[in-house]
């Protein structure tokens, strides 16, 4: 089946009891059993629900993966999938990661003997040189955020496999529309349902999907026995979301080229961060690895003052964190999503006072542009 007939299908049967199109919110805590050990495949809300395992079918498929597993954040399934290293061993984390995921691995992991290293994994060489005897996974994002470094996944996921290693990938920027980061040999894929699985900015949720058995079952377990879980009615606002990823990521791309054309092209821009633009170091690299370029799109005004003054005169973008909602969202990273990232390693990765982000969102692209161009002004 193509994406969009799996996006509005998959895990969506019609409720069995009553017809129902839209899987119902099951907000029940537990579930009556028919004797001692006989159940209808339900037990206790923390370990099974209906709506729950819809959505984990649903975005499996979309990932071309056996398993999935709704959490309660991104945070929770990236935490989730780092508790398959143990004590002792080594992960290799890409150097320019969401803040919130080096701020788990700098501030948490670090106090209960994970070790790990910072590496471009742009760049293959590099990255090799930061292997360890004791390396059991690499966790990358690409396109990053915010600075959209592109990393080769097929390449990347080749030299780990070659170390004894397995990769994770962030995948949350691109969405399985327009990126299947498993069909380039990665492992292990995490979201934050939050941005474009979502899309309406009123959920806040994390997913994990892969297709080795073994990683599945404890993944699993992990889930059931921590129980950052995904609430029904989450699962229910994500799978109303899943069901136009297409056309929203489609209008999300559009609108994403374009303003990025803009912004490349206005005297008071630095710098263009966007894969999708020629101009970009590896934007070959995108074009094969991705089917699309998404809306996110990052500049650079030169000072904090500046980008103060941007953020402070926007009308229709929001300023705020997150991203991926239909709407248009701005943010400052230095002091919004980086923020517990060290100042020194900010500047040599370019995430600097003067950077703006912005998600780009479906509105009509003229008042996106009309916009940005009177607070850049």
Not at 290 to 304: A, I, N, P, R
Request: aromatic share 8%.
């Amino acid at each position: 089946m193509g994406f969009s007939t799996t996006a509005i299908h998959a895990g969506n049967e019609p409720d069995i009891a009553t017809g129902a199109v839209s899987v119902p919110i099951y907000q029940t805590s537990t579930y009556a059993q028919d004797g001692l050990g006989r159940h209808k495949g339900f037990e206790y809300a923390r370990t099974q629900n209906p709506t729950r395992l819809a959505l984990e079918k649903n975005i499996s498929a979309l990932e071309n993966a056996r398993f999935g597993f709704a959490f309660a954040s991104g945070m929770a399934a990236i935490d989730a999938v780092l508790k398959l290293v143990k004590a002792g061993e080594h992960v290799i984390l890409g150097d320019n990661t969401y803040g919130g995921t080096f701020r788990l691995f700098n501030r948490i992991l670090s106090n209960y003997g994970v070790e790990f290293d910072l590496a471009d994994t742009s760049d293959v060489t590099s990255l090799e040189s930061a292997f360890r005897p004791n390396t059991k996974l690499v966790f990358v994002e690409t396109p990053t955020n915010p600075v959209m470094t592109v990393t080769d996944l097929r390449a990347v996921s080749d030299l780990a496999h070659a170390h004894g290693a397995k990769v994770a990938c962030d995948n949350t920027f691109m969405s399985p529309y327009f990126q299947k980061p498993i069909d380039h040999g990665v492992d292990i894929v995490v979201h934050s349902t939050t941005k474009y699985l979502n899309g309406h900015s009123d959920s806040v949720g994390g997913f994990v999907a892969l297709n080795d058995e073994a990683d599945a079952e404890w993944i699993g377990f992990v889930q059931n026995s921590i129980g950052a879980i995904l609430s029904p009615f989450d699962s229910f606002l994500v799978l109303r979301g899943t069901k136009t990823l297409a056309v929203r990521m489609e209008a999300h791309d559009k609108n994403g080229r374009i303003v990025a054309n803009f912004l490349a092209e206005h005297p008071s821009v630095k710098k263009v961060y966007y894969p999708g633009l020629v101009s970009h170091p590896q934007h070959e690299l995108a074009a094969r690895q991705q089917t699309g370029f998404g809306g996110m799109v990052s500049f650079e005004t030169g000072s904090l003052d500046k980008a103060k003054k941007v953020l402070e005169s926007v009308k229709l973008c929001i300023l705020g964190e997150s991203l991926g909602g239909v709407e248009s969202l701005i943010s400052h990273p230095a002091t919004m999503t980086h923020a517990s990232v060290p100042v020194e390693t900010r500047d040599r990765l370019g995430i600097t006072d003067g950077l703006v982000r912005v998600s780009v969102g479906i509105e009509d692209v003229e008042d996106i542009i009309e916009d940005l161009d009177q607070a850049l002004s």
